[in-house]
């Protein structure tokens, strides 16, 4: 019964491929995050959905696309992987309040070779 | 905006001796204080947060962190730390409601090694 789960874990592609990872949450959250955590362990917002809306877009490349079918779910799909894109993408989410703790997925570790 | 700067980037410890990880903020406009926690290979968890009220805030695994509004600071304490309590620290703020960005900014994070 994992809070937030994300598909797959483990990601090794080529740059030019288009990839696909998948977040899953069943806290019944009204709010999903994607985050980046580059090799310096730094750690920055992408974007967030409330009820399957876009409320944060950070600057991100277009290459970055994401997709809520519904509030439990937070898709993100990435076009021409470039070799500065490995990184762990983390995915979060929370009540829909910004004092709400936010609950963070496993990671899924994306290198491009 | 908000930023958060956390002054440590590492910080190597003895088992069972005191630590702090500080944690500084720049902000406009009031903001919510968290310190999450990173295990090896895992993804964050809420270590404590401040809202409001009492300065001090008690968290898991014997962790407390004090809000000081004139420093600006939120720093993390443990007063006995474990081998278990090896991992990457973040510390964060999140604007109330009446101003802001309204996303979450962290610090840089702090690794904590706790040596035997």
């Known amino acids: 019964d994992t809070a937030v789960s994300q598909t797959p874990k483990y990601l090794v592609t080529q740059m030019g491929n288009d990839k696909s990872i998948k977040c899953e949450q069943n806290?019944?959250?009204?709010?999903m995050y994607w985050y980046k955590q580059d090799s310096k362990k730094f750690l920055k917002i992408m974007f967030s959905?409330?009820?399957?809306?876009?409320?944060i877009n950070e600057t991100v490349p277009n290459r970055f696309s994401p997709k809520s079918p519904d509030k439990a779910h937070l898709n993100l799909h990435i076009n021409s992987l470039e070799l500065g894109d490995s990184a762990v993408y983390f995915c979060?989410?929370?009540?829909?309040?910004?004092?709400?703790?936010?609950?963070f997925g496993p990671g899924t570790r994306l290198l491009v070779l | 905006a908000q930023s958060v700067t956390q002054l440590d980037s590492q910080v190597p410890v003895f088992e069972e001796a005191p630590v702090e990880l500080r944690c500084n903020y720049s902000?406009?406009?009031?903001?919510?204080l968290f310190w999450y926690v990173q295990y090896p290979n895992q993804g964050l968890q809420l270590l404590l947060k401040?809202?409001?009220?009492?300065?001090l805030v008690k968290g898991i695994n014997g962790f407390e962190a004090e809000f000081n509004k004139s420093q600006t600071s939120f720093h993390l304490r443990k007063p006995s730390v474990h081998i278990s309590d090896t991992a990457e620290y973040f510390c964060?703020?999140?604007?109330?409601?009446?101003?802001?960005?309204?996303?979450?900014?962290f610090g840089k994070g702090t690794k904590l090694t706790v040596n035997p």
């Open positions: 401040y809202l409001s009220g009492s300065t």
């Open positions: 806290l019944g959250h009204d709010t």
């Open positions: 964060a703020v999140n604007p109330h409601p009446q101003g802001g960005s309204e996303k979450l900014v």
């Open positions: 979060a989410s929370s009540q829909d309040a910004l004092q709400e703790t936010q609950y």
């Open positions: 902000s406009s406009v009031s903001v919510y």
């Open positions: 959905y409330n009820n399957k809306e876009l409320i």
